[in-house]
């Protein structure tokens, strides 16, 4: 039997279904918790056993909900698991918090990129994660309370397939906010303040009780998890199949085989599309989906709180919602619990209006007047309430949220203010992200010599010369990254100018490289400290990439096509004739791109019989000229020599000679192709030079005319290739930086 | 003999109260949260005021039947029986519990048999105010 002010409502508390006073209610015992630390989030739970005559309360439906009420107001709103009759008229009721009832249904998580705490937890509760039409539990949001500035925290990072009570928990985790019991039986997001504790007098504390000094804790690690995504590199990869099943006419979930979140638009083959997001798509039908990965990467923000080696670690490595935007402010908060928590005490209280999360004064075990926050309570009720607290003394909350939330791009070099705002922080904080002067560019390969072609040779015996291959793409600038606590008031700074490009090549088998950009300062700070990498650094607020190596996805594959010499012309024998394969066109993408120009190999020279020299275009005996040469970027192929005759003597054509390589590559951060790839050159590569034209194959010759006529004959070389172009200055260095 | 009528379970039964038999108790009826405090006061889990009445029965010689329905009601195996009492210049009613009695065999007298020395409590099922 309990007080009887107390009741317990079942259903919607505007019209019960079943009411419960004190002399109904046998016995009631509620337990939550609050994580001060943050570091979890427990269901709370409540059993009571009730007397009732009406025997329909054993069916009543899960998840109804339960409120409970005390001297006429609401004090906690609880969801049914499940009613027990333990003897005749007798039932004993379970029942969990909003927390618990999430943690039996699945979420297909999502991918943020700022939205607002609220909507990712309406998200949560609401729907699944892909159907945003959904609304499986307004009960619950009806529930809810955002205290001031938490609703609208910009959430960024992943969530991937979980339980909805783990996707809600991810996000609070992530931003320092707890889930508390608030008035009126609400459930409030909050963060912890440093309220006036409210004091429990002495003669509410039952004798008894324990503390319990804090742990040595020595260090903090926190994974900072970062995903990008780059179409040359991740390439499509198959998501999803089903096409060795039956088609499916009704709506299923297909979830994507990746433990990344998908971060562009898949390909959807044979299916029909409803909803999809980073993990999974509601389709129908039988089919495949597609996409390349994202990269997922990460890196560990550490905090030593003491020099003990005995002291445990503090490891968060799977929370994907902590990423750039707010490792620091997670470490700090992890570290501002750990370094200052002095005790956990517990006592039992007789409760007067005390909840979990509310700072409270009291004398511990020891006699001490603490004060700290309430971590857990466990409600037994009687004539009155008897909880047994425990109590996280010696801490101070920081605010929720938090994190950088501006991002600049500084080139060039002057000096930058650190702005106001930085300063009216917990802990005033920048991160700098230097990235030095790209290489230059490789320069293209030189195209290969013409070959000769002597009688009776096929196809694929004799070849023109070969085109030049384009050099490398120019390595991305060294970056470097550091964060600055307590900035000063500003800071000179110095972005390294890109690297020149190769000089050209005439080998066909080398490309001279292009050389080192300069580093970038900022301060006392260098991107001299830092490596380069060939996927860049990515800026997380407007996902542009930046210091990457060169590489086509800023242009498209036909350059990577096109940027290569033409092939030299030949000629072969087949089927008792002469077959002709005309030299190669090269184009110039870089000057105009996505117009080009087009680069025409040469002309073969004229034949000769025995009596005149004619345009090579026939079949007839007896010495051909040579064949042209091919094209590259910049020049036309050089024209086949024709074929000579000196008295008796014949010598059939030289090949004509590759075009040299003349286009030189814009300079990478050029405004080269709109301004809309400009930012992505800060710091990249240089661009690779054109490889040059492939020399024309040397004229062939029709040797039975020759036999028992007195003239001799001999065959021309082909033609030399053409020198490859020089590769493309690097991008200019940049520096990024987040408050 | 007294005059105090007896109502147990809305039945008024003809039978005689002994002169000064009939006492009262209460007990205030405290929660398994009781305890004492840290500076020494006790913390009070108080569930609501219980109350006893004992009385003693006779019959009423001309009506010993009555007395007879009487003991077969308060000897049933019921978990309770509600009771009217006298409480203050009224009555109080509430559910009681009444677990045990015993009375002595004294002899027949007119062909009926006599009984008497009967002593019952009724305690309260349950507290009654709180």
Redesign the interface.
């Known amino acids: 039997m309990v007080a009887e002010s107390t009741l317990i409502l079942l259903g919607d508390p505007s019209d019960p279904d079943f009411e419960f006073n004190g002399r109904q209610i046998i016995d009631l015992t509620e337990d939550t918790a609050v994580s001060i630390s943050g570091e979890e989030m427990s269901s709370d739970a409540l059993t009571f056993s009730v007397k009732c005559e009406d025997a329909t309360l054993a069916a009543a439906a899960y998840a109804t909900q339960i409120t409970i009420v005390r001297n006429a107001l609401v004090k906690s709103t609880f969801f049914l698991r499940y009613v027990e009759q333990t003897k005749e008229n007798i039932y004993q009721i379970e029942a969990t918090s909003a927390v618990g009832l999430l943690s039996k249904e699945y979420f297909y998580g999502g991918y943020y990129t700022g939205q607002t705490l609220q909507t990712v937890v309406t998200s949560i509760i609401n729907t699944n994660g892909l159907d945003t039409t959904m609304t499986e539990h307004p009960e619950i949001i009806s529930l809810l309370q955002y205290d001031e500035g938490v609703a609208s925290i910009p959430i960024y990072g992943w969530i991937k397939i979980t339980d909805k009570r783990e996707a809600l928990y991810q996000v609070l985790l992530s931003q320092g906010v707890r889930l508390m019991k608030g008035e009126n039986g609400t459930l409030l997001l909050t963060g912890l303040y440093n309220y006036t504790p409210a004091d429990i007098a002495d003669e509410n504390i039952f004798v008894g009780g324990s503390t319990e000094y804090a742990e040595d804790v020595s260090l903090i690690e926190v994974t900072e998890h970062t995903f990008t995504y780059n179409p040359v590199y991740d390439e499509p990869a198959k998501l999803f199949d089903n096409t060795n099943s039956q088609s499916a006419g009704t709506k299923f979930i297909a979830v994507f085989n990746t433990d990344s979140p998908i971060l562009t638009t898949p390909t959807f083959s044979g299916l029909t599309v409803y909803y999809w997001n980073c993990n999974a798509a509601i389709v129908t039908g039988t089919g495949t989906i597609s996409a390349g990965k994202s990269r997922h990467t990460e890196s560990v923000i550490s905090r030593k709180i003491s020099e003990n080696a005995e002291g445990r670690t503090v490891s968060v490595r799977d929370c994907t919602l902590i990423t750039t935007q707010n490792s620091e402010v997670f470490a700090d908060r992890l570290y501002n619990y750990y370094k200052n928590v002095v005790m956990t005490a517990r006592a039992d209280i007789k409760k007067i209006d005390e909840r979990c999360g509310a700072r409270v004064r009291l004398t511990n075990s020891l006699g001490q007047k603490i004060t700290g926050f309430i971590s857990k309570m466990t409600e037994r009720a009687s004539g009155i309430i008897k909880a047994g607290c425990e109590i996280i003394s010696g801490y101070t909350p920081t605010a929720p949220g938090g994190g950088y939330s501006h991002a600049v791009l500084l080139t060039g070099s002057g000096s930058w203010t650190v702005p106001e705002s930085v300063f009216q922080q917990t802990t005033p904080r920048i991160k700098v992200i230097m990235i030095g002067g790209g290489t230059g560019g490789g320069s293209g390969y030189a195209g290969e010599k013409g070959g000769q072609c002597h009688y009776g040779l096929t196809y694929g015996e004799v070849t023109g010369g070969a085109g030049g291959a384009h050099g490398e793409g120019g390595e991305g600038g060294k970056i470097y990254t550091v964060t600055i606590n307590n900035p000063a008031a500003s800071y000179n700074y110095s972005c390294g100018a890109g690297g020149a490009g190769g000089a050209a090549s005439s080998s066909h088998s080398t490309s001279n490289p292009g050389s080192a950009g300069g580093d970038t300062s900022f301060g006392s700070y260098s991107s001299a400290s830092g490596a380069r990498s060939d996927i860049g650094i990515t800026s997380f607020f407007n996902g542009k990439v930046y210091g990457k190596k060169m590489d086509f996805d800023t242009y498209g594959a036909t350059i990577n096509n096109f940027t290569k010499g033409g092939r030299g012309g030949f000629a072969w024998w087949q089927n008792g004739g002469l077959s002709w394969q005309a030299p190669e066109i090269a184009l110039d993408v870089y000057t105009n791109y996505p117009n080009y120009t087009i680069y025409n190999g040469g002309s073969a020279g004229n034949a000769r019989t025995a009596s005149s020299e004619i345009p090579d275009t026939t079949d007839g005996w007896v010495i051909k000229g040579g064949r042209g040469g091919g094209a590259a970027a910049g020049g036309n192929g050089g024209n086949g020599s024709s074929a000579l005759q000196v008295a008796t003597a014949y010598m059939s054509g030289r090949g004509g000679k590759g075009a040299d390589a003349t286009i030189v590559p814009p300079k990478a951060s050029s405004s080269w192709n709109g301004a809309s790839y400009e930012d992505r050159f800060w710091g990249c590569g240089g661009l690779p030079g054109c490889g040059g034209g492939g020399g024309g194959q040397g004229g062939t010759v029709y040797e039975p005319a020759f036999a028992g006529s007195g003239r001799t004959y001999s065959y021309a070389n082909g033609g030399d290739g053409g020198n490859g172009g020089v590769g493309g200055q690097g991008g200019d260095g940049c520096i990024i930086i987040y408050y | 003999m007294a005059t105090t009528k007896i109502i147990v379970d809305e039945v008024e039964y003809n039978i005689r109260i002994r002169y000064e038999t009939l006492r009262r108790a209460f007990e205030i009826y405290?929660?398994?949260?009781s305890?004492?405090?840290?500076?020494g006061?006790m913390?009070?889990?108080?569930?609501?005021t219980k109350y006893w009445y004992q009385i003693d029965i006779e019959a009423d010689p001309a009506d010993p039947e009555s007395y007879d329905s009487f003991y077969q009601m308060i000897s049933s195996p019921d978990e309770s029986h509600e009771v009217t009492f006298p409480y203050g210049q009224t009555t109080i009613t509430f559910d009681a519990v009444i677990q045990s009695g015993e009375d002595k065999f004294m002899g027949m007298v007119g062909g009926k048999n006599r009984w008497s020395g009967l002593s019952i409590t009724f305690m309260a099922l349950?507290?009654q105010r709180?």
């Open positions: 405290e929660g398994p949260n305890g004492t405090a840290i500076n006061k913390i009070r889990d108080i569930i609501g349950e507290p709180g």
